[in-house]
């Protein structure tokens, strides 16, 4: 079966570095994606990795490990505006076809 | 990126009745995907849809109570069919990017309400 895992919730501190974790078991992978989303709006798409390593996008960065499973999502020099929900996303394809399956998502509080 | 929009932004219904939910993108598009949020939930895929031909349901979806159509590149709608208070989520409308990541981009999303 498809099964993805995040934390429910964290807290960090305005400044700091925070690093929200993913774990998946799925079949057919062809990428993992991040995205955030304010409450009440739309996902906004932050990253995408396929292969393992580090993408860097100023504050954001994506680390992915196929063979483990794992990918992180890394805020740098948080800022009050970073508290959201980030979801975690890997997209599957079967056939011709590609699909997202989505984690529960981690909502992240940034405080003073 | 593409602009999705997508009506009604918001709605409030009675059980029993139905609603179409109708997303319009800015450009031609493929693929378009329809996701159900429920209130503290992350996303669940409904349905992928491609122009001129049948949508795709995922595990848990039917055509009856959700019926889609995707009549041209640009435009679906959702249906949601003889609601029940269960079905009271967001529903949003995605659609892929052109590059070679395949990204989806959402729409706004339509807030529905089942009293």
């Known amino acids: 079966g498809q099964n993805i895992d995040q934390p429910t919730e964290m807290t960090a501190t305005e400044g700091a570095i925070v690093q929200i974790n993913c774990t998946y078991q799925?079949?057919?992978?062809?990428?993992l994606f991040w995205y955030q989303q304010h409450a009440g709006e739309a996902p906004t798409f932050l990253s995408y990795n396929v292969l393992d390593g580090l993408e860097e996008k100023g504050r954001f960065s994506s680390f992915l490990s196929r063979s483990k499973g794992y990918s992180y999502l890394l805020l740098k020099e948080l800022q009050m505006k970073d508290s959201a929900s980030y979801l975690c996303a890997v997209q599957t394809r079967m056939d011709s076809s590609y699909k997202l399956i989505f984690g529960s998502g981690t909502r992240l509080l940034v405080r003073p | 990126s593409a602009v999705i929009s997508q009506k009604p932004s918001r709605d409030i219904c009675q059980r029993g009745t139905s609603l179409t939910i109708q997303c319009q993108v800015d450009s031609q598009v493929t693929m378009m995907f329809w996701y159900r949020q429920q209130p503290g939930q992350s996303l669940t895929l409904i349905a992928t849809?491609?122009?001129?031909?049948?949508?795709?349901?995922e595990s848990g979806f039917v055509i009856d109570k959700f019926p889609i159509s995707r009549p041209n590149l640009t435009f679906s709608t959702l249906t949601v069919s003889n609601m029940s208070p269960e079905d009271s989520s967001i529903y949003l409308c995605?659609?892929?990017?052109?590059?070679?990541?395949?990204?989806?981009?959402f729409g706004p999303g339509t807030r529905l309400t089942v009293t």
């Open positions: 995605s659609v892929e990017g052109d590059g070679v990541t395949y990204e989806q981009y």
């Open positions: 799925t079949s057919g992978f062809n990428g």
């Open positions: 849809a491609n122009q001129g031909s049948e949508a795709t349901y």
